[in-house]
C-alpha cells in the first residue's frame, strides 16, 4: 500500500500562484510515476501533469507554461507550482502515484485538495 499526503490547496485571485505538494509513503518501488489530477464540479478528472520516477513530464495543454511539476524522490515527494492562475483552474486537485513492478501497475489516489480561483 502507498498513502499520498497532500497540502497546498486554497483560494487565490487569478493571477496568483500556489504550490501543491504531495509525499507518497508506504511501499514505494523505484519505478513510479506521480502527478496531479484535477476535477471541477460535473467533469471528468482531467490529467494536470506527470513526472516519472526518470524525471520526464508531461503537461496538460491548458497548464503547458503556467505550471510545473517537480519531484524530490529522497523525499518521495512530488510538487506542482501553479503560476498565472485563472478561474477555470478551479477544481479538486487529486495526486496520483503509479508504481510498476515487473508488469504489474498499481494505482494510488490522494484525498484532494480544493484550489479556488476567484475573479
Known amino acids: 500500500q502507498v498513502q499520498l499526503e497532500e497540502s497546498g490547496g486554497g483560494l487565490v485571485q487569478a493571477g496568483g500562484s500556489l504550490t501543491l505538494s504531495c509525499a507518497a509513503s508506504?511501499?514505494?518501488?523505484?519505478?513510479?510515476?506521480m502527478g496531479w489530477y484535477r476535477q471541477a464540479p460535473g467533469k471528468q478528472r482531467d490529467l494536470v501533469a506527470a513526472?516519472?520516477?526518470?524525471?520526464?513530464?508531461n503537461y496538460a495543454d491548458s497548464v503547458n507554461g503556467r505550471f510545473t511539476i517537480s519531484r524530490d524522490t529522497a523525499k518521495n515527494t512530488v510538487y506542482l507550482q501553479m503560476n498565472s492562475l485563472k478561474p477555470e483552474d478551479t477544481a479538486v486537485y487529486y495526486c496520483?502515484?503509479?508504481?510498476?513492478?515487473?508488469?504489474?501497475?498499481?494505482?494510488?489516489w490522494g484525498q484532494g485538495t480544493q484550489v479556488t480561483v476567484s475573479s
Open positions: 496520483q502515484y503509479i508504481g510498476y513492478v515487473g508488469s504489474t501497475r498499481r494505482d494510488y
Open positions: 508506504g511501499s514505494i518501488v523505484s519505478i513510479n510515476v
Open positions: 513526472i516519472g520516477s526518470g524525471g520526464g513530464t
